[in-house]
């Protein structure tokens, strides 16, 4: 797809990598993992996260090879996933709540689970469902997405650094 869009006249692109997505509210919530699973720290699937890093290091590996084929096409790698991993084990750092992965915006599952906010018979938006007070204290929305400020957090980590192998903003 890169190369398409190189084709097509793109000079700037940013190809995001994935979320570790053994920290997300949905997969907590669905799945019953052995203790052992779970990161001690973050409270995350380990093997979930474990395919995300990995799905990231092959992007990576494969963009430093496209580089050099385009000399004049800034091809960036956007992380996704280390800011997400310091959410969860840093999160007063960026304004968070230190909590388990919890939705902001959903209904309690079993109980159980409840603490992960996330039930996929009352998500976000439906019937049941009730938003926290205040959303820039959680890093998800709702169990699947990213709440605005996690976002922001991200995006400013992208155009300045050190969410991405090269900032998208360049200092002159």
């Known amino acids: 797809m890169v190369q398409e869009l190189i084709a097509e ?7 995001p990598g994935v979320m570790p997505t053994g920290c997300f509210p949905v997969y907590l919530n669905m799945l019953d993992m052995p203790a052992h699973e779970y990161g001690a720290r973050s409270g995350c699937i380990r093997q979930y996260n474990t395919f995300s890093w990995v799905h990231n ?3 990576k590996r494969a963009l430093e090879k496209l580089r050099p084929k385009y000399p004049n096409v800034r091809i960036i790698y956007g992380d996704y996933y280390t800011p997400v991993v ?3 084990l840093q999160p007063e750092k960026f304004g968070f ?5 919890r939705a902001c915006c959903g209904a309690p599952g079993s109980v159980a689970k409840a603490a992960y906010n996330f039930n996929v ?3 976000c938006g439906e019937p049941g469902a009730t938003a926290c007070a205040d959303p820039t204290t959680h890093w998800s929305w709702d169990g699947i997405h990213l709440t605005e400020a996690a976002y922001g957090h991200i995006a400013r980590g992208w ?3 050190p969410f991405a192998d090269q900032p998208i903003v360049q200092s002159s």
Request: no cysteine.
């Open 9 to 15: 006249g793109a000079v700037d692109l940013i190809v």
């Open 57 to 59: 290091a092959h992007l």
């Open 86 to 88: 310091q959410f969860m």
């Open 97 to 101: 709540y230190k909590q388990l992965p």
């Open 121 to 123: 018979t009352a998500k």
């Open 159 to 161: 155009l300045y650094g």
